[in-house]
Nanobody
Framework: QVQLVESGGGLVQPGGSLTLSCTVS??????IGWFRQTPGKQREGVAC????????YYRDSVKGRFTASGGNSTVAAYLQMHNLLPEDTAVYFC??????????????????WGQGTQVTVSA
């Protein structure tokens, strides 16, 4: 059974930090993509981590603040988020696909989205 589970979200003040975790079962993967979505908007790519190469890329608005990394035997990947801004508020998802590196859009169909984890940045 394929299952992706995101965790680690929460309510944080502007400037705060959170670390999201992604667990994957039932799928092989070489990379993990992080996406986020707010109500009424399309899902947008946030980051991609290539687990084989150890390389990553990010959408411009999170560069220098977010870091994607590989996990361990139980966690597929992490997304460390620092200096969070109110505009980072969204439901965050992980996937075994990555967003397009040029426009950070989802260009590959993915059928196994999890529930996501809510990140709320508010004073």
């Amino acid at each position: 059974q394929v299952q992706l589970v995101e965790s680690g979200g929460g309510l944080v003040q502007p400037g705060g930090s959170l670390t999201l975790s992604c667990t994957v079962s039932g799928l092989r993967y070489l990379a993990i993509g992080w996406f986020r979505q707010t109500p009424g908007k399309q899902r947008e790519g946030v980051a991609c981590i290539s687990l084989m190469a150890g390389s990553s890329y990010y959408r411009d608005s999170v560069k220098g603040r977010f870091t994607a990394s590989g996990g361990n035997s139980t966690v597929a990947a992490y997304l460390q988020m620092h200096n969070l801004l109110p505009e980072d508020t969204a439901v965050y998802f992980c996937a075994t696909i990555c967003p397009n590196s040029r426009n950070m859009r989802q260009v590959i169909d993915f059928a196994y989205w999890g529930q996501g984890t809510q990140v709320t940045v508010s004073a």
